[in-house]
């Protein structure tokens, strides 16, 4: 997830684009670029690190243009450095980027045949030469015919030295805007990086390419057919733009799950083929069959995220496995060795405990790989295969799209090492295929649940403790809603297998402990239900998820919130939405700090 911003006009180009880019720092921050139409020429400044750095680097230019492009970079493809920073050139035009071209290595071949040079690790090097490649005297057509060949998701800025007076913007599953100023247009990722110039702004919709100039703008759809788009006025506050028009940051994450979770496996399965692929995961394919267990070591909520892969691979890839706390591995006494895969999951890719517990399993012949988001971060730089989450920053503390997106990318794990080892069937693996490819609308349908949920946080938001419940793969999503909850609302929250409440918990249970019960249609469906009874039975409160159309337990619970039917596996999404969503609501009912709760960080790496 990176940021862009495109400016034609009569002001200085360089100090709208830098300022623009400092309203989409939040979208990635590994480095930051722009590039100027300076007198027919187009120059370039680029620096690694947090825009500040291009920001001093530019104080003593003394530019003049009136056109420009920038971007702020969340690394994807190659680490975080100079070299991989945007923009990106091909002679005489350059290009800034956010997405993913899946195909660019293929088109990086073609291209290196046709004899153009790389100098970065990026896909969007690829997009620069691919427009140059097709340019015949105009620009938008060069364009229109790059991204007949790309597959991907894309949006993009170009600027070139034959055509000054216009940028070419297009776009396809990646957010672009066009902010229609007096003489002036820009063009961004988002709003809050124009908002100080204008309120009229046209959202491009999927496949548009536009062309702007200091005083018009022309759209063509997918066809190429010239488009009127409708142009809104937003009245947001910048606070408020700055987060989409949501309250908080971990608001918007939760809302940004689908998309997340579309951008995770893009590219990474074929329904048609009933396969998963992954890039650099030689070394595991090769010791698929030669594995004899699998050690999951993680902290917080990516631990919740293990203890749900466990019953993925041990189901799907028919594999032990093994989910371990980090700050406990590091100093058990191992029985881990070559035969041993290590399975280091980690949003940020720098937690302490589990950099250290990679670097042990790492010396004693394991195999490492990550699940990680952050792309060129010390875990995934240390892993010999790792899977990016691709969830775009994530700002909330407490963590949710990375959780989802970590998930997801765990299922999809489990049917790649079931095919490798030769024990998951074509059918099967269509069958967990297509329910991934759903899984985006089965979350929109939760998140069209969030005003029933408020209600009933309206109810609880003031008391002191909570019970959640769940069991087999709801178990972990049990543990995770309590988890959320403690540490944005303060209540004091346990996750308990429900089977396990007989065993001691049930003690607490009166008429003031409400009890929260992940109870989705599932193979322990009964057992679940048979739960909610005991609870009732003495005088606790239920708040149950379960399945529409189950009218079971309808009756019995004093809430009930429903989640759409998918297969028991997926059920954890659906559920930890709602836990996510009743959290959030306490957390902000209670006028507390949301996105930055007391006494934590994002990123804890200190022992
Ligand atoms: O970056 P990591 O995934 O390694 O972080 C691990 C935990 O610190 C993190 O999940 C933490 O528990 C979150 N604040 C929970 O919301």
């Not at 309203?23 to 690694?48: C, F, M, N, Q």
């Not at 069959?289 to 028919?318: D, M, P, Q």
């Not at 407490?398 to 998951?424: C, D, E, M, P």
């Not at 429900?498 to 049930?506: F, L, N, R, V, W």
């Amino acid at each position: 997830m990176c940021g862009i911003v495109g400016y034609i006009g009569s002001k200085n180009a360089s100090a709208v684009l830098v300022e623009g880019l400092s309203k989409l720092e939040y979208r990635g921050y590994d480095s930051a670029g722009i590039a100027l139409l300076e007198k027919g020429v187009i120059h370039t400044e680029r620096s690694v690190g947090k825009l500040v750095n291009l920001r001093n680097m530019l104080i003593d230019n003394k530019f003049t243009a009136t056109t420009g492009i920038g971007h702020t970079r969340w690394a994807t493809h190659g680490k975080p450095s100079f070299e991989n920073a945007h923009p990106h050139r091909s002679e005489g035009l350059t290009v800034v980027h956010n997405g993913i071209i899946e195909n660019y290595l293929e088109l990086k071949s073609m291209l290196i045949e046709k004899g153009y040079k790389f100098e970065s690790e990026t896909d969007t090097e690829v997009v620069a030469h691919l427009i140059k490649s097709n340019f015949s005297g105009y620009l938008r057509k060069a364009v229109r015919k790059s991204i007949e060949q790309i597959i991907g998701s894309y949006a993009l800025a170009v600027i070139s030295e034959e055509e000054p007076d216009r940028i070419i913007i297009a776009r396809k599953d990646s957010p672009l805007v066009i902010g229609i100023g007096e003489d002036e247009m820009f063009a961004a990722s988002d709003i809050p990086a124009v908002l100080s110039h204008t309120r009229n702004f046209i959202f491009l919709e999927e496949g548009d390419i536009a062309i702007l100039k200091k005083g018009s703008y022309e759209i063509f759809d997918i066809d190429g057919t010239p488009i009127e788009r409708e142009i809104k006025q937003i009245d947001w506050n910048p606070v408020m733009a700055e987060k989409a028009g949501y309250d908080h940051f971990m608001q918007k994450e939760i809302y940004e799950q689908p998309r997340a979770i579309i951008d995770t496996i893009r590219g990474r399965y074929s329904l048609e083929e009933s396969t998963v692929f992954f890039d650099g995961f030689e070394k595991v394919e090769s010791s698929a069959k030669a594995f004899n267990r699998i050690v999951i070591v993680a902290c917080g909520t990516s631990w919740h995220a293990g203890l749900i892969a466990k019953f993925y691979l041990e189901k799907i890839a028919k594999i032990p496995v093994e989910v371990d706390i980090a700050s406990e591995f590091r100093y058990r006494d191992l029985v881990i060795d070559d035969k041993t895969l290590f399975l280091a999951l980690t949003q940020s890719g720098e937690t302490a405990d589990t950099l250290s517990a990679l670097r042990i399993a790492k010396k004693m012949g394991s195999t490492v790989m990550s699940i990680c988001n952050v792309v060129g971060s010390s875990i995934a730089r240390e892993s010999d295969s790792v899977i990016y989450t691709h969830a775009g920053p994530e700002i909330g503390v407490a963590s949710t799209k990375a959780f989802t997106t970590q998930v997801v990318s765990l299922l999809l794990f489990s049917i790649y090492l079931g095919q490798k080892r030769g024990v998951l069937g074509h059918d099967e693996s269509f069958r967990y295929l297509q329910a991934i490819v759903e899984l985006p609308e089965v979350i929109e349908k939760v998140l069209e649940q969030d005003k029933n949920i408020l209600e009933i946080a309206k109810n609880y938001k003031d008391v002191s403790n909570f019970l959640y419940l769940g069991r087999n793969v709801n178990y972990p999503v049990a543990l995770e809603g309590a988890l959320k909850l403690k540490e944005i609302s303060y209540i004091h929250a346990e996750g308990y297998p429900a089977g396990e409440m007989k065993h001691g918990p049930i003690a607490l249970i009166d008429k003031n402990l409400p009890v929260f019960v992940l109870c989705p249609k599932s193979s322990v469906y009964e057992k679940v239900a048979s739960n909610v009874e005991e609870v009732k039975a003495r005088d606790g409160i239920v708040i149950a998820v379960v399945t529409e159309g189950d009218e079971g337990l309808k009756g019995k619970c004093d809430h009930i919130i429903e989640i759409p039917a998918t297969i028991e596996e997926l059920s954890v999404f659906p559920t930890v939405v709602v836990t996510q969503i009743f959290s959030y609501h306490c957390a902000h009912l209670l006028g507390l700090d949301v996105d930055q709760p007391r006494n934590l960080a994002k990123s804890v790496t200190v022992e």
